[in-house]
């Protein structure tokens, strides 16, 4: 089991920027999938992006597709998601999660360590 701890959150304007990391701990990061999800007030949990062990493979969700970059430091056990053009839209809890699958995947089931989300709150 890996241990997931997201900072980075807060209160942004709409159209500005903000940089989500997610420490991670416990178990090797080596081979591990990792991925955001988000969720709004009264809504179901949902995909944000997706990035493999090799950074080679990423997969971002149509709705933050050209906007949100996600990355990793795989020496420094780090993952990040750089969000631009925020949106009032955008306002969720960000969760980082890590998954056994080998390639970047939306589905939830397939993550099975989740942080304890941080909080980003977009402003019109």
């Known amino acids: 089991q890996v241990q997931l701890v997201e900072s980075g959150g807060g209160l942004v304007q709409a159209g500005g920027s903000r940089r989500l990391s997610c420490a991670a701990s416990g178990r090797t990061f080596t081979g591990i999938t990792m991925g955001w999800f988000r969720q709004a007030p009264g809504k179901e949990r949902e995909f944000v992006a997706a990035i493999a062990w090799t950074a080679y493979g990423t997969l971002y969700a149509d709705s933050v597709k050209g906007r949100f970059t996600i990355s990793r430091d795989n020496a420094a056990n780090a993952l990040y998601l750089q969000m631009n053009r925020l949106k009032p839209e955008d306002t969720a809890v960000y969760y980082c999660?890590?998954?056994?699958?080998?390639?970047?995947?939306?589905?939830?089931?397939?993550?099975?360590?989740w942080g304890q989300g941080t909080q980003v709150t977009v402003a019109s």
């Open positions: 999660a890590a998954s056994n699958v080998l390639v970047p995947t939306a589905t939830r089931a397939s993550y099975h360590s």
